[in-house]
C-alpha cells in the first residue's frame, strides 16, 4: 500500500504561479508511474501530467508549456509547478501513484483556485 500526502494549493490570480508537492510513503519501491489528476465541479477527473520510474513526463494538451512535474527519488515526492495559471485550472487536484493497472493510489487532493 502506498500513501500519499499533497501539499501546495491554495488560491492565485490568472497568470500566476502555485507548486503541488506530493509526499509517498509505504509500498513506494514498486511504483511505476507518478501523476496529478485534477476534478473540477461538474466535471470527470482528468489526467494533468505524468512521470515514469525513468522520469518520462507527459501532460494534458491543455497544460503543455505552462505546467512541469518531477520527482524526487530521493526524497520520495514529485511535484507540479504550475505556471500562467488560468480560471479553468481551477481545480481539486490528486496525486496518483500507480505500482500496476490494478494497484493505484490516490492522495487525499488539493483545491487550486485561480480567479481575479
Known amino acids: 500500500q502506498v500513501q500519499l500526502a499533497e501539499s501546495g494549493g491554495g488560491s492565485v490570480q490568472p497568470g500566476g504561479s502555485l507548486r503541488l508537492s506530493c509526499a509517498a510513503s509505504?509500498?513506494?519501491?514498486?511504483?511505476?508511474?507518478m501523476a496529478w489528476y485534477r476534478q473540477a465541479p461538474g466535471k470527470q477527473r482528468e489526467l494533468v501530467a505524468s512521470?515514469?520510474?525513468?522520469?518520462?513526463?507527459t501532460y494534458a494538451d491543455s497544460v503543455k508549456g505552462r505546467f512541469a512535474m518531477s520527482r524526487d527519488a530521493a526524497q520520495n515526492t514529485v511535484a507540479l509547478q504550475m505556471n500562467s495559471l488560468k480560471p479553468e485550472d481551477t481545480a481539486v487536484y490528486y496525486c496518483?501513484?500507480?505500482?500496476?493497472?490494478?494497484?493505484?493510489?490516490w492522495g487525499q487532493g488539493t483545491q487550486v483556485t485561480v480567479s481575479s
Open positions: 496518483n501513484a500507480q505500482r500496476s493497472p490494478l494497484d493505484v493510489s
Open positions: 512521470i515514469t520510474a525513468g522520469g518520462s513526463t
Open positions: 509505504g509500498s513506494i519501491s514498486s511504483i511505476s508511474i
